[in-house]
């Protein structure tokens, strides 16, 4: 199984600063016939169910606002959020879907400093 | 507007069984790939199965093989997930969540989540 970890546990970060969650996967991601990376990103607010950010490692979902960015190749990924809103904290996951079975990052809470 | 509503949780002891539900609507089911995703308190995300669109092919992530049986009923509009045999680890709430689509196939991207139920297994 492809274990996903990411760092830091938690961060705090002021409004409209910089916010950078790292998630490391234990064996590569990337699939070379297409050179895509097999990563996404999750946001999962308190009493909700996570809510689909960025697939493809940097490909943003549809409605997803553009402060959100993702970047990274191979076994080491970033989602930076470029300012930092009220309404983005919430905890942060990766997830990749190079293998089955499907693994999650341990997540990374996102906090207002 | 794509919506799941899961259903079916709730206190079960130690070896006991539950069927979980999830109703699909705002979308055409038998065109996704279907999963369950599960979530213990305070912890983080674990996929638990998925179900190809006509239920010819099902997958289990290797702690549920067994005891757990993913299935559809297109015509209902329903996703389901038989738990046997179940343990307090399993403890958790569930998720039923639909597969983004690629023209490529199924890749395990979930771009719809239900609200969950919870699960609780003790004595």
């Known amino acids: 199984d492809i274990v996903m970890t990411q760092s830091p546990d938690s961060l705090a970060v002021s409004l409209g600063e910089r916010a950078t969650v790292n998630c490391k996967s234990s064996?590569?991601?990337?699939?070379?016939?297409?050179?895509?990376?097999?990563l996404a990103w999750y946001q999962q607010k308190p009493g909700q169910p996570p809510k689909l950010l960025i697939y493809?490692?940097?490909t943003r979902e549809s409605g997803v606002p553009d402060r959100f960015s993702g970047s990274g190749s191979g076994t080491d990924f970033t989602l930076t959020i470029s300012s930092l809103q009220a309404e983005d904290v919430a905890v942060y996951y990766c997830?990749?879907?190079?293998?089955?079975?499907?693994?999650f990052g341990g997540g990374t809470k996102v906090e207002i400093k | 507007e794509v919506q799941l509503v899961e259903s079916g949780g709730g206190l079960v002891q130690p070896g006991g069984s539950l069927r979980l539900a999830c109703a699909a609507s705002?979308?055409?089911?038998?065109?996704?790939?279907m999963n369950w995703v599960r979530q213990a308190p305070g912890k983080g995300l674990e996929w638990v199965a998925n179900?190809?669109?006509?239920?010819?092919?099902?997958y289990y992530v290797d702690s549920v093989m067994g005891r757990f049986t993913i299935s559809r009923d297109n015509a209902k509009n329903s996703l389901y997930l038989q738990m046997n045999s179940l343990r307090a680890e399993d403890t958790a709430v569930y998720y039923c969540?639909?597969?983004?689509?690629?023209?490529?196939?199924?890749?395990?991207?979930?771009?719809?989540w239900g609200q969950g139920t919870l699960v609780t297994v003790s004595s």
């Open positions: 969540a639909r597969e983004r689509y690629f023209i490529s196939g199924n890749l395990g991207v979930f771009d719809y």
């Open positions: 705002g979308f055409t089911l038998s065109s996704y790939w």
């Open positions: 179900i190809k669109q006509d239920g010819s092919e099902k």
């Open positions: 064996q590569t991601v990337l699939y070379n016939s297409n050179n895509k990376n097999y």
């Open positions: 493809w490692a940097s």
């Open positions: 997830q990749q879907y190079y293998s089955s079975p499907l693994t």
